[in-house]
């Protein structure tokens, strides 16, 4: 069975500083990876995903991941945060050739001024 | 495109009521699913659908039922409403598709925020 772990509950950083949120996933097949945010309020919005190819994905507002298949990670990574980025990010896994989400708990991102 | 969009927004009910949420897409996708969203939980999947006239349970599945008559809505229905129903209900949808160049992206509903009293 898969499973997703994100270890931050909540996340807090000042603004334009690197921000590095930690997704470890548990899987024995080949898996999709995912991050997706949640702005308050709101449902949740895709930033970047992972099938194959580069390591590294670029999504969108600055953000980009890495997969690591030997510590089975995905960490989401910002060089300079902004206010704006101020949301919850949920990580997510789906097995290969498979449409089914698993989703981590969330990290809580507040950005201050 | 509207995308996925959710009724009710809101909705208060008591304890032993019933209710359906109705979830609608208009992007043609065969995929459809029902998660709720509680705090330090994460999004859990209470059932889905891989295409119209079928349904599967998730991890969360009691307590709901679900109907897929037509390809483009997914009915989530609360027979007797619970407290421990409390929570925020998200409808998804995604395309078909297998193997490494399945585009499985989830496209995600506003979301309906329930409270069972």
């Known amino acids: 069975a898969q499973s997703v772990t994100q270890l931050d509950s909540q996340v807090p950083v000042f603004e334009e500083a690197p921000v590095e949120l930690r997704c470890n996933y548990s899987?024995?097949?080949?898996?999709?990876l995912f991050w997706y945010v949640q702005y308050p309020n709101q449902g949740l919005q895709l930033l970047l995903k992972?099938?194959?190819?580069?390591?590294l994905v670029k999504g969108i507002n600055g953000f980009e991941a890495e997969f690591n298949k030997s510590q089975t990670s995905f960490h989401l990574r910002k060089p300079s945060v902004h206010i704006s980025d101020t949301a919850e990010y949920f990580c997510?896994?789906?097995?290969?050739?498979?449409?089914?989400?698993?989703f981590g708990s969330g990290t809580k991102l507040n950005v201050k001024p | 495109n509207a995308g996925v969009t959710q009724t009710p927004k809101f909705r208060v009910l008591k304890t032993g009521q019933s209710m359906t949420l109705l979830c609608a897409q208009d992007?043609?996708?065969?995929?459809m699913y029902w998660y709720r969203q509680d705090p330090g939980m994460g999004l859990r999947l209470i059932h889905y659908?891989?295409?119209?006239?079928?349904?599967a349970k998730g991890e969360v599945p009691d307590g709901y039922n679900v109907s897929r008559l037509k390809k483009q809505n997914f009915l989530l229905g609360l027979e007797s409403a619970a407290p421990s129903q409390t929570s925020v209900y998200f409808c998804?949808?995604?395309?078909?598709?297998?193997?490494?160049?399945?585009?499985?992206?989830?496209?995600f509903g506003p979301g309906t925020r329930l409270t069972v009293l």
């Open positions: 998804a949808s995604s395309y078909e598709g297998t193997g490494r160049l399945l585009n499985n992206e989830q496209f």
């Open positions: 899987s024995s097949v080949s898996v999709y």
């Open positions: 992972y099938l194959s190819g580069s390591t």
């Open positions: 997510a896994v789906s097995k290969y050739n498979f449409n089914k989400f698993y």
């Open positions: 992007m043609n996708h065969e995929y």
């Open positions: 659908s891989v295409g119209e006239g079928t349904t």
